[in-house]
């Protein structure tokens, strides 16, 4: 006879709870969406404006926006798709690794574009082309101009303060906020799309230089050298986000700080307990899921106590706990 799932339900209702752990970022999602429009009309005036004034490093600074306003879409598209597919039942722990993944292929083609800023460069230095400097500086400070306004847009992406209550998941019950690290890290696809704008006003900055250089002191290659100096920065820093988003998405969360401070909560129990696994991973912004096994010789002890002694860090949404029963040498029942 097969046995209805159904028929169970109110048996586990009083134990489940939601794995949205996201509750996305409207506002973000909206500045995202103004600094996409503002990034792209730039792009396109620098990128003509380079070729119509033989400039390099603004030609550069162009493809460099251009990189930061497919970055810039990709993290708008993310967003979206998060919030779309919130309730979708196929996501163990919600959705919010959509954004991570954005924010993982903008890195991607961060690198792509580095390797044709070197090529143009390059070709640049080996057969010099004359430069129209007052126009192109004048774009340059239009494109920076550009970039400032997009940071701003984007300045709440470094940090945010936490607001989850315990009382929201099962491992938080029984406890107020009694543990907080008071900041937690900032949306990593805001701070993607911040970091992409940030580095172009960099790029912007050492155009503008090159290019008085050009006009006061005729250094022409100055112009192709900070245009490979840009490509430098972008690949730099396109490293730097494959790495931070690459360690989202393969979970390879194991030294993240609360995996230290678990552990600390454990040895400080007052029921002694050994932790046999632990496995922790992120969910969220700032926000994580553990798996801990454990060990005790104590006869009666059950989950919910270390659950409570876990209560107190509130970055942990989703805890679950095996205790397997040991006699006072460690060996197992």
């Given amino acids: 006879m097969t046995q209805n799932p159904s028929a169970n339900a109110p048996l586990a209702a009083g134990w489940q709870h939601p794995h949205v752990f996201s509750q996305g970022n409207p506002l973000a999602e909206r500045n995202t969406r103004w600094a996409v429009a503002l990034t792209v009309a730039m792009m396109v005036a620098e990128i003509v404006g ?4 033989g400039s390099m490093a603004l030609l550069a600074d162009g493809w460099h926006m251009g990189s930061h306003a497919l970055a810039l879409g990709l993290s708008a598209v993310a967003y979206a798709a998060a919030r779309r597919h919130a309730s979708d039942g196929r996501f163990a722990f919600g959705t919010w690794k959509i954004e991570v993944l954005g924010g993982y292929t903008s890195a991607i083609l961060l690198l792509l574009v580095a390797g044709l800023m070197v090529y143009q460069s390059v070709q640049r230095l080996v057969a010099p082309a004359p430069i129209q400097y007052e126009q192109a500086v004048f774009t340059a400070a239009l ?20 607001h989850h209550s315990h009382h929201e998941h099962p491992a938080h019950e029984g406890h107020g906020h009694g543990h907080s690290h008071g900041m937690t890290p900032a949306d990593l696809n805001l701070r993607s799309a911040y970091l992409h704008v940030v580095a172009d006003a960099a790029t ?10 050009g006009l006061l002191w005729g250094a022409d290659w100055l112009d192709p050298a900070v245009g490979l100096l840009g490509a430098a920065l972008v690949a730099g820093w396109a490293w730097g986000l494959l790495r931070d988003t690459g360690r989202v998405l393969l979970d390879a969360e194991m030294d993240a700080p609360v995996v230290q401070e678990i552990r600390d909560a454990i040895a400080a129990s007052p029921i002694p307990a050994s932790v046999c696994n632990l496995h922790v991973w992120r969910v969220g912004t700032g926000l994580y899921a553990c798996i801990l096994s454990l060990s005790t010789a104590h006869p009666s002890v059950a989950p919910d106590f270390f659950k409570r002694l876990l209560s107190v860090h509130e970055e942990l949404v989703h805890v679950s706990i095996e205790v397997n029963r040991a006699d006072t040498s460690g060996r197992p029942h």
Avoid: Q, T
């Fill in 204 to 213: 912007s900055v050492l155009a503008i230089a090159a290019l008085c250089g």
């Fill in 50 to 53: 380079g070729w119509a004034f």
């Fill in 143 to 162: 494109g920076l101009a550009v970039n400032l306004a997009c940071a701003w847009l984007l300045r709440g992406g470094h940090a945010h303060h936490a």
